[in-house]
């Protein structure tokens, strides 16, 4: 095995060992610990092994590292789309409203 590969199985058994903590307020520090790691490590990959083997490293960063790329994905959506596709822009006050809350606009029941 290379020491590429070897890298990318110590950031996959790192990542793993991160995701075991106990406390949430730590998980987004790890995150972007395994994002700044993890980069170097596939394009050392994909250097020494080619761009099949790259593109396979890279799905399982972004299997563990799914939860960042949603986030991501989300913020690029509203940056792109904003209130004129129908989606929240951002903070509360912004964009499209929300879906009203449960029982909003219905009247009290009978007696």
Do not use: D, E, K, Y
């Amino acid at each position: 095995m290379s020491l590429a590969l070897a890298l990318a199985c110590l950031w996959v058994v790192v990542a793993t060992l991160l995701a075991l903590l106990p406390s949430p307020r730590r998980h987004w520090p790890a995150a972007w610990f395994l994002i700044a790691t993890g980069i170097p490590i596939l394009g050392l990959v994909a250097w020494r092994h080619g761009p099949v083997v790259g593109l396979l490293v890279l799905a399982g960063g972004a299997s563990i590292l799914r939860w960042p790329l949603w986030h991501l994905w989300r913020w690029v959506l509203g940056r792109a789309g904003g209130a004129r596709a129908g989606r929240g822009a951002g903070p509360a006050g912004q964009g499209a409203p929300g879906p009203a809350p449960p029982g909003a606009g219905t009247a009290p029941p009978r007696r």
